[in-house]
C-alpha cells in the first residue's frame, strides 16, 4: 500500500516538474516590451489609487469644515470663511492630484 501511494507520489512530481520546465520558456522569458506595459500599467494603477485617496480625503475634510461651521451658518462673515476654507480644500486637492500624475512625468523627462 505504501509503496503504491509512494509511486503515485512520484510520478505526480516528476508531471509536475516536467510542467515546469516546458513552460518555464513562457513564465520567464517575458520580452521587453511585455515587461514595460507591466510596469507603466503598475504605475497608472498605483497612481489611480493614490488620486482617489487624495479626493476622499478632500470630500471628507470639506464635509468636516461645513459641519463644524454649520451652527453658524446664518452669520454672512462666517459663511464667506467656508467658502474660503473649502475653496482652499479643492485647490489643495488639485495641487495633490496634479503632483501625483505630473511628478512622474518630469521624472520620466530626466531619464
Same mark, same amino acid.
Given at each position: 500500500?505504501?509503496?503504491?501511494?509512494?509511486?503515485?507520489?512520484? #510520478?505526480?512530481?516528476?508531471?509536475?516538474?516536467?510542467?515546469?520546465?516546458?513552460?518555464?520558456?513562457?513564465?520567464? #522569458?517575458? &520580452?521587453?516590451?511585455?515587461?514595460? &506595459?507591466?510596469?507603466?500599467?503598475?504605475?497608472?494603477?498605483?497612481?489611480?489609487?493614490?488620486?482617489?485617496?487624495?479626493?476622499?480625503?478632500?470630500?471628507?475634510?470639506?464635509?468636516?469644515?461645513?459641519? %463644524?461651521?454649520?451652527?453658524?451658518?446664518?452669520?454672512?462673515?462666517? %459663511?464667506?470663511?467656508?467658502?474660503?476654507?473649502?475653496?482652499?480644500? #479643492?485647490?489643495?486637492?488639485?495641487?495633490?492630484?496634479?503632483?501625483?500624475?505630473?511628478?512622474?512625468?518630469?521624472?520620466?523627462?530626466?531619464?
Amino acid at each position: 500500500m505504501k509503496i503504491k501511494h509512494l509511486k503515485e507520489m512520484t #510520478a505526480s512530481a516528476l508531471t509536475a516538474s516536467y510542467l515546469a520546465l516546458t513552460n518555464s520558456s513562457v513564465v520567464f #522569458a517575458a &520580452s521587453g516590451g511585455q515587461v514595460q &506595459s507591466k510596469l507603466t500599467q503598475a504605475a497608472n494603477t498605483v497612481q489611480s489609487i493614490l488620486t482617489g485617496l487624495v479626493v476622499l480625503v478632500g470630500i471628507c475634510v470639506a464635509l468636516f469644515i461645513i459641519i %463644524k461651521r454649520m451652527p453658524d451658518a446664518d452669520d454672512p462673515r462666517e %459663511k464667506s470663511e467656508v467658502y474660503h476654507a473649502v475653496g482652499r480644500v #479643492a485647490g489643495l486637492v488639485a495641487l495633490a492630484a496634479a503632483v501625483i500624475w505630473l511628478l512622474p512625468w518630469v521624472y520620466s523627462l530626466f531619464t
